[in-house]
Every structure is written in C-alpha cells, then in structure tokens.
C-alpha cells in the first residue's frame, strides 16, 4: 500500500486491487489465450469454418492475411498483417493489400503467428475498442474469440494424407467469399 493525498483527507490505496481492477478491465478486450486452429485436425469438418464465421456476435470480419514482422513491447507482442482476401469485411474500411496491426499478450504460451506465414482470422473488427496504430488504422485484439488457422503451404497439401482437409479450407474460402452466410 502507499499512501496518496487528496486534501484535506489521506487515503491509502491498495496497488495489488487497483492492478488487479486495470487488468480486468483490459483484459474485458482481450480475453483469455487465442488458439490455433489445426486444418488437419479430425475435428475441422466441412461446416465448422461456416458456422463459426456466420456466429454474428462473435464474427465481424474474415480475412486471409500474411504476417510481416512481430515484435515485442511490455507485455504484448504486436504482429504488422498485410490483407491478402478480405472475405467479409466489418466496420473497417478494409481492403485488399491494407496493413493492420493486432495485439496479443506475450504471456499466451505455446501461441505465436509465424512471419510469412499465411492465416485465415475471424473475428471481432478493431472498431469495437477504438485502439488505434500508429497510422490511425484500427487494432485488432487476438483472444479466444478469434478463429486462427495458419493456411498450410502447397507443398504440405500435396501429401495425400492432407489433400481433403487442404480443399475444405478452399471450398470453404471460395464459397464464403461469394456466399457468406446465406445458403
């Protein structure tokens, strides 16, 4: 505890509960630890990328992306992403080839986006918490919400093994640019 002084009174404050009420607020935004979704997972089935995109409270944009660079600041790890298919677009004026930055808390183990790696994001836009990068373009929070999927390369879908899950990601990534969620 330290003491503050507002006059004419003293009032002691407790750091720990005003950390913890920071926190806590903050941490409203971004959640609990994002996980990557694994294409070759028996679990991926043909419709799961569908209906968690069409979960509208949860899902405002889908984007294909590469990362560009990751660094490090704080308590955060900040990833520069370069939009490469904008699938449905949310309340960011988004386009092909457009730059956005998101936000992970560095403390998310066992989670990391790889440099010139392709994903497939969904998610909650940047609009919702108003955080803005250096170039006044909305940031976006990666938490629990948002679906991750890195997009396997070429080489890796030529394995016979993985060439059924490798094409549900392209139906999936097709039709849902022309389609969204209507049937």
């Known amino acids: ?46 419709d799961t990328r569908k209906t968690y995109a069409c979960f509208a409270p949860i899902v405002d944009y889908v984007y294909v992306v590469k990362v560009l660079k990751s660094t490090e600041d704080g308590v955060f790890r900040y990833y520069t992403l370069v939009i490469i298919r904008v699938l449905q677009r949310g309340r960011d004026e988004i386009v092909k080839d457009a730059e956005r930055e998101v936000i992970q808390r560095k403390s998310c183990d066992g989670f990391e986006m790889k440099v010139s790696s392709n994903y497939l994001i969904m998610g909650k836009d940047g609009t919702v918490t108003h955080t803005l990068d250096a170039n006044q373009h909305f940031r976006y929070f990666l938490n629990n919400e948002v679906w991750i999927e890195e997009i396997p390369e070429e080489r890796k879908c030529k394995a016979t093994i993985n060439r059924k899950a490798c094409q549900l990601l392209q139906t999936f990534l097709q039709d849902y640019e022309l389609q969204q969620c209507s049937d």
Do not use: D, Q, R, W
């Open 1 to 46: 505890m330290f003491l503050t002084t507002k006059p004419p009174i003293h009032t002691y404050v407790n750091v720990h509960a005003y950390c913890v009420y920071i926190y806590k607020k903050f941490s409203f935004y971004l959640g609990h630890c994002p996980k990557i979704k694994v294409t070759f997972s028996k679990n991926m089935k043909e």
